[in-house]
């Protein structure tokens, strides 16, 4: 077991508003985020609908003359990163910078300059291609200009894959505070491509909704009626610290992140890390099928012992008739996204002998808990 390491500050900013607290408010409200596209004109597109940070002004955290240096995903990523270091009330000291890291991930980096200076490149030649073009579209600079901004100058990463990025960047950077590689990271992700080819290339791929007469309700996972998912943009950015350093400084502890497991997009791969981070939390020799509500059940193992990968909201009777004596069933409560685990074991005498909850994270290529 290495270091624990606990979560101290919180900055979102995303189309359903501009601070973490305004964000929770809005999702208890079941306000959306989703609308018709503004940044661009999205009449001669299929999709024309996404989740557009609002009323979003970069020249609150940026110089103006510095905002052309950056991607509008490093401007996001600037603003969350503001908000959770002013939470977590934590300083960044000569003595403490080497071993302050930043790891931030993003799935495309700046598309917006991609396209603006291929524009220019296009109207004007290559003399018109601006100097700062790389380092402001380049996935690891928000990490880069996080790191700056807070002198943070231990381990500066940035991941780049997909949907996963943010979770793969936080679970990394609990990985590196736990075997002592830093004491605090600022870890994240941020994506800003709301822009007319990020649009277009995903609906090309008709991977994009297409309900644009009816956007606040076109982002529907797991039911029937879904016709692709919504494109939106923000950052959200949390500050880790090893536990005894946070407490040491009087820090508010939001959270604990216990583990981290990751794998590929297969069924019978994310059972094997269910399994081996159940095994560390003690159920060992534990089987699962697992069934995601649209690809059926996996023949990943007997049926005594079960991981059902979809919300319920208690234990199904019929299914706990099936346990056999010793066999537990493992189940979520929650949304597919974000859970917590119902162990039921069913003792010799066919009673349920214990009912725990465990917090749990899914997302679609890891687990962490």
């Known amino acids: ?17 501009n601070t973490a607290e305004e964000v929770w408010k809005k999702l208890l409200a079941g306000k959306s985020g989703v609308a018709r596209i503004t940044q661009f004109d999205p009449s001669q597109f299929a ?13 609150n955290f940026i110089e103006k003359k510095e905002l052309k240096k950056m991607g509008r995903f490093i401007h ?3 603003a969350a990163a503001d908000e959770a270091m002013k939470a977590s009330g934590l300083e960044v000291t000569p003595e403490i910078s080497e071993r302050v890291g930043v790891h931030i991930g993003s799935g495309i980096g700046g598309f917006d300059v991609i396209e603006r200076e291929h524009i220019s490149l296009l109207n004007g030649g290559p003399r018109k291609i601006s100097p700062f073009f790389i380092p402001a579209a380049i996935v690891n600079l928000a990490a880069g200009h996080v790191s700056i901004r807070y002198q943070a100058r231990g381990p500066n990463e940035a991941t780049c894959t997909a949907c ?5 960047a936080i679970g990394d950077a609990f990985k590196i ?28 791929m008709r991977a994009l909704s297409t309900r644009n007469d009816d956007p ?3 982002s529907r996972p797991w039911d029937s009626g879904r016709d692709g998912f919504v494109i939106g943009e923000g950052a959200g950015v949390l500050i880790l610290e090893e536990l005894e350093f946070a407490k040491k400084r009087g820090a508010a502890i939001l959270a604990e992140i216990v583990g981290h497991v ?7 791969e994310l059972a094997e890390a ?10 060992r020799n534990v089987d699962f099928r697992i069934g995601d509500g649209s690809r059926g059940w996996s023949e990943h193992a007997p049926y005594d012992k079960i991981l059902v990968a979809a919300a319920h909201e208690k234990l199904p009777e019929d299914l706990l008739a099936q346990l056999k004596p010793g066999g537990r069933l493992v189940m979520p409560l929650g949304s597919a996204e974000s859970q917590q685990l119902t162990v039921a074991t069913k003792d010799d005498a066919g009673g349920i002998q214990k009912r725990e909850i465990i917090p749990v994270r899914f997302t679609r290529l890891e687990t962490i808990i």
Request: proline fraction near 2%.
């Open 76 to 78: 996001l990523a600037l």
């Open 47 to 59: 999709c024309q609908i996404a989740a557009e940070v609002k009323n979003f002004d970069p020249l």
């Open 177 to 204: 505070i736990s075997r002592c590689d830093a004491d605090v990271m600022i870890a994240g992700g941020t994506e800003a491509a709301i822009t007319p080819m990020g649009v277009g290339g995903f609906a090309a």
């Open 164 to 168: 996963t990025s943010s979770a793969h």
């Open 216 to 218: 606040e309700k076109a």
């Open 1 to 17: 077991m290495g270091r624990r390491v606990v979560v101290t500050g919180i900055g979102l900013i995303c189309g359903v508003g």
């Open 274 to 283: 269910a399994q081996q981070r159940l095994n560390d939390l003690g159920y």
């Open 262 to 268: 990751w794998t590929i997009e297969i069924v019978e």
